[in-house]
């Protein structure tokens, strides 16, 4: 396994469309986290899975944004009626006991 | 709720000496784990190094070390002999576990400057 994969690395929407994110985690990892990053920030908390349920959500995910991980393996992170204020990184996490990693991240430009 | 806080905005070290930079956390639950990710100007969030609340020893890995001091609640990460190329951003993160509340919390970070 090569790690956490995360699909596009780039993508620049017009306002008011619709996005979906994908994330492939570390496969014997069974948790998964969403953050999202803006510039000179750390890492905001989205929501998390553990296997396929979704256990905790930040109050930054708004209704615009849902969060599914079928069958525990890839997550999909969607942002409906984006907003400029959306454009930031978008980045996936899968964890093991002792350890966490990182996918390169979604950069997404709101226009 | 668990909170981290790095203290540093920016920290400057010559090439070839160590440095600490410090984290400080906040949580009641008695397991936990605590993290280090570098960031550097390309954007991915590399993992450094973890060290669990009931480890006994200090975790290290490589250059690598995290001075834990539990009673103090801070969790320092040491780069011994520092490179050009560990210039970058570094995240405090830690991580509750217990139950089902592993949500993984990140400082604000610290941007380290290697000087030739």
């Known amino acids: 396994d090569t790690g956490v994969s995360q699909d596009p690395r780039h993508k620049i929407t017009k306002r008011g469309q619709n996005v979906t994110f994908r994330c492939d985690p570390i496969s014997e990892h069974n948790r998964l986290y969403w953050y999202r990053q803006t510039l000179g920030q750390g890492p905001e908390f989205l929501t998390y899975?553990?296997?396929?349920?979704?256990?905790?959500k930040s109050r930054l995910l708004s209704d615009r944004f849902s969060a599914e991980r079928p069958k525990g393996s890839f997550s999909t992170l969607e942002i409906q009626r984006t907003e400029q204020g959306d454009s930031a990184m978008y980045l996936c996490?899968?964890?093991?006991?002792?350890?966490?990693?990182f996918g390169q991240g979604t950069r997404l430009t709101v226009v | 709720a668990q909170k981290i806080t790095q203290t540093q905005p920016g920290m400057f070290v010559q090439e070839k000496e160590a440095v600490t930079l410090d984290c400080t956390y906040d949580t009641s639950d008695p397991s936990y784990g605590l993290f280090w990710y570098k960031q550097p100007s390309s954007g991915e969030m590399i993992f450094l190094i973890y060290q669990g609340s009931y480890d006994q020893q200090n975790a290290t890995e490589g250059r690598y070390s995290l001075n834990f001091q539990k009673a103090r609640k801070s969790a320092n990460l040491v780069i011994s002999a520092s490179q050009l190329g560990d210039s970058a951003m570094y995240f405090c993160?830690?991580?509750?576990?217990?139950?089902?509340?592993?949500?993984?919390?990140f400082g604000k970070g610290t941007l380290l400057t290697v000087n030739p």
């Open positions: 996490a899968s964890t093991g006991e002792s350890e966490a990693f």
């Open positions: 993160a830690m991580r509750v576990e217990r139950g089902s509340n592993y949500k993984l919390t």
């Open positions: 899975f553990q296997n396929e349920a979704q256990l905790e």
